[in-house]
C-alpha cells in the first residue's frame, strides 16, 4: 500500500505539518493469499496469570508505558500486543506505523474512551478530552472553542506567555541551588493556561509547593491510572483512596465553580477576551446554543489537565536534552542570541525560531507527552490486510512506539532535530508522527502549546547556563516526564 509523505514545513508556519498532514483514507488492505483474515487472537499475548493477569510481565521502573514500548519493540513484527489485566479487560496496543496509518485513518476509526480516560471523566466529564464523539456537547464546545484556539488567536494569549516565563526566570535568578525542573515547568504552564484561559493567577512561584488544586488533580489522575490495575473483589480495601479520589475531585470543582462565579458577577463590559469569557458568551454557530454552566466546569478543568502538563514534560525533556548535549545547546542559543538580549521576543521572532522549534518536534518524537490515544473500529474491517478487527473493538496506539518505527526513522533513538528539516528526509508516512492525535479529535491546544514551549526554551537557554545532567530516566507518571531532574542554573551574561 502507498503511504502518503508528509507536507513540507513553511518557515513561520504555526503548525507542524508532520502531524497536520492528511492522513490517507485507506480501503481495508486486500488478504493477498487466499487465507482468512487472522482473528484478533493472532496478536502475541502476554501470559495471564489468575487474579493478576499478566501484571508481573508489566513492571518497569519507568512505569507502564515505557514496559509497553519495550514490549511492542520487542514485537516489532507484529506490530501489535494484547495485555490481560487484573480487572478482566485485555487491551491490545499497536505500535508500528504500518498498523497505525489504518487506524489512524477516520473513515474507519474513531476515538473512543478507554483505560484511565473512563475514568478521567469522574472529572472532567463531557469536556473536549473525555466527551464521546457522539455527544452533542462535543460537537457544541468544538464549534464554540476551536476559534479560539486557531493560530491566528493565539496571539491574543502571547502576554499570558510572557507574563509566567518572567516569573520563571524571577525564580531562577533567585535560586542559590539546583532547580527542579519538572516542577518548574509544572508552575510555569499550569500559570500560563490558567492566565490565558481564565484570567486567574496561581502565582505557583510564590509558593514552596504545588498548589492545592495541582496536588489534588495529580492525585486523582495517579489514581485514574492505579484503578486500572486493580481488580474488582480488591476495591472495597481501597476505601481510603477512593474518598480521598472524592475529596480531590470536590477541591478541583470548588476552584472551578470559584473562577466561573467570580466571572459571573463582573460587569460583562471589563470581561477579558479569554477562553472563559467565549464558553459563557458565545452561542454556538451550529444551534444557538450556550454552554451549560456543568459543561463549562468541565471545559476549565479539560484546559487545566490537557492544557499543562503535556506541555511542561515537552519543556523538561528539551531542557535536558539540551544540557547533555552542548553542540546542539550552542546551535539553539546561535539562533536565539541573535534576537538579542535583554527583553522578552515578540510572537513574530518566537515563530521565526527554525532550530528550537525542530529542538520541540524531535523531542515530542521521542518523548511523546501524550504516550497514547485508544480508537475503535466504526465497522467490521481488517488492518494491514491479514488481522480481523470487528466493530467497536478498541486498539491503544502507542505513539512512543511508533515515533521510533525504525522503518521510517534511522537510528531511532538518536537524538536529531535535522530530522525535522525540509527536504527529502521529510518524506515519510504521515502515521509516523502524531504527537498531537488526529482527525477531529486531534488536540485544540496545540498551536497554544507550540508558541509557548517555544518562547520558553529559547528564553531559558538564551539567558540562563544550564550546569551539567546525568543520563535520562523517566518518572512512572500518567505523561512521562524526566526523573529527578535537578539542574544547575546560573545566569548568561547579557541575561536580563
Ligand atoms: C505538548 C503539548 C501537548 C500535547 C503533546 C498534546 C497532545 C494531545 C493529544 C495526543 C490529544 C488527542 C487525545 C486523544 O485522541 O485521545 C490531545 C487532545 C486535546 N488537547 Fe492536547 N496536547 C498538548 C497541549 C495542549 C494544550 C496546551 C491544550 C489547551 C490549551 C490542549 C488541549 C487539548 C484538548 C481540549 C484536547 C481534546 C480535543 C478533542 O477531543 O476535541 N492540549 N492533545
Redesign the pocket.
Known amino acids: 500500500m502507498s503511504l502518503k509523505p508528509e507536507s513540507r514545513a513553511a518557515t513561520g508556519d504555526l503548525t507542524f505539518p508532520a502531524y497536520n498532514a492528511p492522513l490517507p483514507s485507506t480501503e481495508p488492505r486486500m488478504n493477498a493469499s487466499t487465507d482468512p483474515l487472522l482473528p484478533l487472537s493472532s496478536i502475541p499475548t502476554l501470559p495471564r496469570l489468575p487474579v493478576v493477569a499478566s501484571m508481573p510481565w508489566l513492571y518497569h521502573p519507568e512505569g507502564f508505558m515505557a514496559r509497553m514500548l519495550q514490549l511492542l519493540e520487542q514485537h516489532r513484527d507484529a506490530g501489535a500486543i494484547r495485555v490481560p489485566l487484573p480487572t478482566g479487560h485485555s487491551p491490545i496496543f499497536v505500535g508500528n506505523v504500518d498498523l497505525a496509518t489504518d487506524v489512524l485513518d477516520e473513515a474507519r476509526f474513531e ?1 473512543v474512551l478507554e483505560g484511565p ?1 473512563v475514568h478521567i471523566r469522574d472529572f472532567a466529564g463531557d469536556g ?2 473525555t ?1 464521546h464523539s457522539h455527544e452533542e456537547n ?1 460537537h457544541r464546545a ?1 464549534r464554540i472553542l476551536t476559534p479560539g ?1 486557531s493560530s491566528a488567536s493565539i496571539d491574543r494569549y502571547y502576554p499570558a506567555m510572557v507574563e509566567s516565563l518572567q516569573a520563571l526566570c524571577a525564580h531562577w535568578r533567585r535560586a542559590t541551588g539546583p532547580v527542579d525542573v519538572v516542577l518548574d515547568m509544572t508552575r510555569l504552564t499550569l500559570d500560563t ?1 490558567s492566565l490565558a ?1 481564565f484570567a486567574h493567577r496561581f502565582e505557583s512561584f510564590d509558593r514552596p509547593t504545588l498548589h492545592p488544586f495541582l496536588q489534588a488533580l495529580a492525585r486523582a489522575l495517579q489514581e485514574s491510572i492505579d484503578a486500572l490495575r486493580r481488580p474488582p473483589f480488591l476495591f472495597p480495601l481501597f476505601r481510603a483512596t477512593r474518598a480521598r479520589y472524592r475529596q480531590d475531585i470536590a477541591t478541583m470543582f470548588s476552584l472551578v465553580d470559584e473562577v466561573i462565579q467570580q466571572r459571573k458577577q463582573r460587569p460583562r463590559a471589563d470581561w477579558p477576551s479569554d477562553f472563559l469569557s467565549l464558553m459563557l458568551d458565545a452561542p454556538d454557530p451550529g444551534s444557538g446554543e450556550r454552554l451549560s454552566d456543568e459543561n463549562i466546569r468541565y471545559q476549565i478543568l ?2 487545566l489537565i ?2 499543562h502538563e ?2 511542561a514534560g ?1 519543556l523538561a525533556f528539551a531542557l535536558h536534552q539540551l544540557a547533555l548535549d552542548p553542540a546542539l545547546l550552542q546551535r539553539v542559543r546561535a539562533e536565539v542570541d541573535a534576537l538579542g538580549h535583554g527583553r522578552m521576543p515578540s510572537m513574530k521572532e518566537v515563530l521565526g525560531l527554525d532550530l528550537t522549534r525542530r529542538v520541540l518536534s524531535e523531542t ?1 518524537r521521542l518523548w ?3 504516550p497514547a ?2 480508537r475503535a473500529a466504526r465497522a467490521d474491517t481488517s488492518l494491514a490486510g491479514r488481522i480481523r478487527v470487528p466493530r467497536g473493538q478498541p486498539l491503544g496506539l502507542l ?1 512512543s512506539a511508533m515515533h521510533r518505527d525504525p522503518t521510517v526513522w534511522p537510528d531511532p533513538s538518536r537524538f536529531d532535530p535535522d530530522r525535522f528539516l525540509p527536504g527529502p528526509t521529510r518524506a515519510r508516512p504521515a502515521a509516523a508522527y502524531k ?4 482527525g ?7 498551536h ?2 507550540l508558541v ?2 517555544t518562547l520558553c526554551l529559547a528564553v531559558l537557554v538564551r539567558d540562563f547556563e544550564l550546569g551539567p545532567v546525568p543520563p535520562l530516566t523517566l518518572a512512572p507518571t500518567v505523561s512521562p516526564k524526566p526523573r529527578g531532574f535537578f539542574l544547575r542554573v546560573t545566569p548568561r551574561r547579557g541575561a536580563t
Open positions: 476515538k480516560l473536549l478530552f466527551a462535543w468544538h484556539f493556561i484561559g479539560t484546559f490537557a492544557g503535556t506541555t515537552l515530542l511523546p507527552t501524550v490515544i485508544t505513539i504527537p498531537f492525535g488526529v477531529k479529535r486531534a488536540c485544540t491546544g496545540r497554544f502549546a509557548e514551549a
